[in-house]
């Protein structure tokens, strides 16, 4: 069974600071990567597609895959309230099918 | 340029009844994908449509069906609801890798 894991916290950060979201995969066949974040009753917002080993930052946020390790991160600078949501990560299988297979989520909390 | 699409916001059924919610992709997007989010959990994979075709499906009984018409929307029925039914049902839709999600429908099954 294909799994996508993470914690789901809540994770409590100050304003300003870096949030540092984590995401581990059992498919080592895997190619590429989601990062949503959902606000609580919405629906998934897309932020960041990775799908090489190593960083792809698109403004605030830099996304980290280490393909040895099965293993996606999401880096969040200069975090704001605005940021508190769950971040949801979801693995392609394998690439672009749009079967994405997403972990719980992790909820932020960005304290003012 | 408008989104994906879904209506109705809101559903409450009861258990046995049957219920079909409809899903608008993004302009230009050919593919419609499926999911059932439960409350607390990660969406999960339902099914898709290509071509007016279903391509892949995820682990999900037969009362649950789909279709896409011709202008590339779909529709999801599901039939005989179960209180278990009861969840967020999202449509994404893509042209390449990158998957956008509607608003979704909140299903309740009382």
């Known amino acids: 069974q294909k799994e996508v894991e993470q914690n789901s916290g809540p994770l409590s950060v100050p304003e300003g600071a870096i949030a540092s979201l984590n995401c581990t995969y059992s498919d080592r066949g895997s190619q590429s990567f989601f990062w949503y974040r959902q606000y609580s009753g919405k629906s998934p917002e897309l932020i960041m597609f990775i799908y090489s080993n190593g960083d792809k930052e698109d403004g605030r946020f830099t996304a980290q895959l280490n393909k040895a390790s099965q293993y996606v991160s999401l880096l969040i600078r200069d975090s704001q309230p605005s940021d508190s949501a769950t971040y949801l990560c979801a693995d392609d299988r394998g690439g672009s099918q749009g079967n994405l297979i997403f972990g719980k989520g992790t909820k932020l909390s960005v304290k003012p | 340029d408008a989104g994906v699409t879904q209506s109705p916001t809101h559903l409450i059924k009861t258990r046995g009844q049957q219920v079909t919610l409809r899903c608008s992709p993004k302009?230009?997007?050919?593919?419609v994908s499926w999911y059932q989010q439960a409350l607390g959990q990660g969406p999960q994979f339902i099914f898709q449509y290509y071509e007016e075709e279903e391509r892949q499906r995820g682990n999900f009984p037969d009362r649950f069906s789909g279709h896409q018409f011709p202008n590339y929307s779909s529709e999801l029925n599901v039939n005989a609801l179960l209180l278990g039914d009861s969840a967020l049902y999202l449509c994404a839709s893509s042209l390449g890798p990158r998957w956008f999600f509607g608003p979704g429908t909140r299903l309740t099954v009382l």
């Open positions: 302009s230009g997007h050919d593919t």
